[in-house]
DNA sequence: CCGGACGCCTGTCGGC
DNA sequence: TGCCGACAGGCGTCCG
């Protein structure tokens, strides 16, 4: 589900309620997520205090006095704060429960999210080494999407959705931005001139930070840390549109597979 | 190295 | 109404 505006509204929504408290315990009530989570990960959160928030890729960090707990959210998950205790429902896998006597509560029915423990500074995570720039970074720019998209052959859609490329952009957004910029979708990344990928990069960090700003962008399931919806999901100009008219030129929005995604695009005003 | 296909899971929706 | 296949916001792994 979640892409990076996804996952930057939860860890903003998130981050008030936790940073400065204490974990006084981690529940985890299904250890079966995408990697298990680790045997005795309980005992090594239980009593430390959680010291920030972070963000990188879409992997929410929990910086604490001894490391950091790494979570993702997958496809289905959300992460919820609740106020005061509440009876878990099916696929509430993880509680982190503070001292103040709120609690974290991550939700996932399909537990393709996960939960790793990072001792120490541990910043190079086999999950995390590889990944590309922020797209929200002032060094993502039009220039380096070129240069690394120089003789590629696949569609520029799968290049963005990359993360060693650039980390954050999802199928939603991948499509959005494409259409912002006036790019198709099958267009190989190495056919694409200087001037198009800097409208290209631009177009990805204006969606993005839009997206961000109405909450993220619900389809079927997700919800911020307070449990409300995302508003993106009005703004979207192709994704899930198919049939109806382009909101730039009015000639129907298309869908086709794409690499086993479905995508979305307006054949008359992208090339 | 690169790119595409697969599989992990559950829920939902459309068609018959 | 019920069943069945397709599909869903991600991504590591495998194979050609």
Redesign the pocket.
């Known amino acids: 589900?979640?892409?990076l505006p996804?996952v930057e509204t939860t860890r903003r929504g998130v981050a008030p309620h936790v940073v400065g408290q204490v974990v006084s315990r981690l529940v985890v009530r299904d250890r079966?997520l995408?990697w298990p989570v680790q045997q005795g990960l309980e005992d090594i959160v239980g009593g430390q205090a959680v010291l920030a928030v972070d963000r990188r890729?879409?992997y929410l960090l929990f910086r604490m006095e001894r490391g950091s707990l790494m979570l993702?959210l997958?496809?289905?998950g959300s992460l919820r704060v609740l106020l005061e205790p509440a009876p878990p429902r099916?696929?509430d896998h993880l509680e982190l429960i503070l001292s103040s006597g709120a609690s974290l509560r991550y939700t996932d029915?399909?537990?393709?999210g996960s939960l790793h423990w990072l001792p120490g500074e541990s910043a190079s995570h086999p999950?995390l080494c590889r990944l590309g720039p922020e797209p929200l970074a002032e060094q993502f720019q039009g220039d380096y999407l070129h240069s690394l998209g120089r003789g590629?052959?696949?569609?520029v859609k799968?290049?963005i959705?990359?993360?060693s490329v650039v980390v954050g952009v999802?199928?939603?957004y991948a499509c959005e931005a494409l259409h912002v910029a006036g790019i198709h979708p099958a267009r190989a990344?190495?056919r694409i001139g200087r001037e198009r990928y800097q409208r290209l990069a631009v177009a990805i960090r204006a969606v993005l930070e839009q997206a961000i700003a109405a909450g993220?962008?619900?389809?079927?399931?997700?919800v911020g840390a307070g449990g409300q919806p995302?508003y993106f999901s009005q703004a979207l100009r192709v994704y899930g549109r198919a049939g109806e008219p382009c909101l730039r030129c009015a000639a129907p929005v298309r869908v086709q597979?794409l690499?086993?995604?479905?995508t979305y695009y307006c054949a008359a005003c992208q090339h």
């Open positions: 589900m979640p892409e996804e079966r995408r890729a879409k993702h997958g496809m289905s099916l696929h029915p399909r537990r393709f999950l590629r052959r696949s569609s799968s290049f959705m990359d993360a999802g199928n939603i990344a190495g993220g962008t619900t389809l079927r399931d997700f995302g597979r690499a086993q995604r479905s």
